[in-house]
């Protein structure tokens, strides 16, 4: 914890700890802070089910991160977390026919054969992987989608995105199909989950639900924070 003037600013690396003193109102409003905080972050991690609304059991980009690198004993964790979108990178890859198989293809003597059926088709059809980054006050991190939910966002089916990749190219064709998305604000509510390759941790962000945001809701959840904030640094002045 560092002191600035009248101001307080708390910097945690791995752990902290605040060790109060007789007469020290700031060490009992912090304590207060973050029990409150932990309940919220509970009631995320814990509750899978998603409303979209209740602005209050939101995080940021950046605590989502940091809750997921600290509780590595559970291995999928949920949060919902109101960021823009900021860019795509891929949309969709050419996938088996057979049933519902989503599995990548490869292309062997002019044929697409799938590894996990092990049948060769001379068709495929498209599936949605489609990565973006998103991001929001406190930085920035890369999410994947797929099935229903990317087609929910992009409002077309993925073999109608697929045509339109191959009519237009790769790049002018993400930008027409997302142009419109770019910058655009909604309440994700993402599965987080760590893999492990090599000796090396990737930290894997899939988007399982997407919500429009309210915005007269989500202004007057911004406007509480910000007022409980303020009154927070009166009283420790």
Known sequence: MKF???????????????????????TDQLKIWYGNITNIIGLVNEV??????????????????????????????????????LKFQNLVYKSCTNGNCRKKVQMENNKYYCSKCQVTSEKFNYSFMVNIIIYDHSESYKATI???????????????????????????????????????????????????YKDSETYNWTIIDIKPINVTKYSQHLATLHKEADDFCKKTK
């Open 4 to 26: 600035l003037g009248n101001k307080i600013r708390i910097i945690s690396c791995c752990s902290s700890k605040i060790i109060p003193c007789d007469g020290c109102e700031v």
């Open 146 to 196: 797929f099935g229903d939910k990317a087609t929910k966002l992009l409002e077309k089916t993925a073999n109608e995105i697929g045509k339109i990749l191959e009519e237009n190219g790769e790049n002018k064709g993400i930008n027409i199909i997302t142009k419109h998305l770019i910058n655009t604000i909604y309440n994700f509510k993402i599965r987080t989950y760590i893999s492990i």
């Open 48 to 85: 899978p089910n998603f409303h979209g609304t209740n602005y209050d059991k939101n995080v940021s980009i950046s605590t989502a991160k940091f809750l997921t690198k600290i509780n590595k004993n559970k291995p999928i964790h949920y949060f919902n977390i109101v960021a823009k979108i």
